[in-house]
């Protein structure tokens, strides 16, 4: 698939995701409490990322960056 090919696919499957999160998230809410369904969703975000961080092998951040992570994260 070329790069326009692809990036259509990429837009398609985020709309449709983003599109469907507001009917899902109202449906959750029926058999979950906010506060469970917001840890599920963050916990699931977080397998994500590091399951991509796995794949690409991102290493870990230097030591003198750290503070700056926090302080963006605080803000």
């Known amino acids: 698939m070329n790069k326009i ?9 985020t709309v449709l995701l983003w599109g469907s ?3 899902f ?4 809410l029926m058999h ?3 506060l469970s369904l917001g840890t599920l969703r963050y916990l699931f975000a977080s397998l994500a990322l590091v399951a991509v961080a796995f794949v690409k092998r991102i290493g870990l951040p230097d030591l ?6 926090l302080g963006s994260g605080a803000a």
């Open 5 to 13: 090919g692809s990036a259509r696919a990429y837009g398609f499957g």
């Open 64 to 69: 003198r960056d750290v503070p700056a992570f």
């Open 32 to 34: 979950f409490g906010a």
């Open 25 to 28: 998230t109202k449906l959750a």
């Open 21 to 23: 999160a507001f009917a």
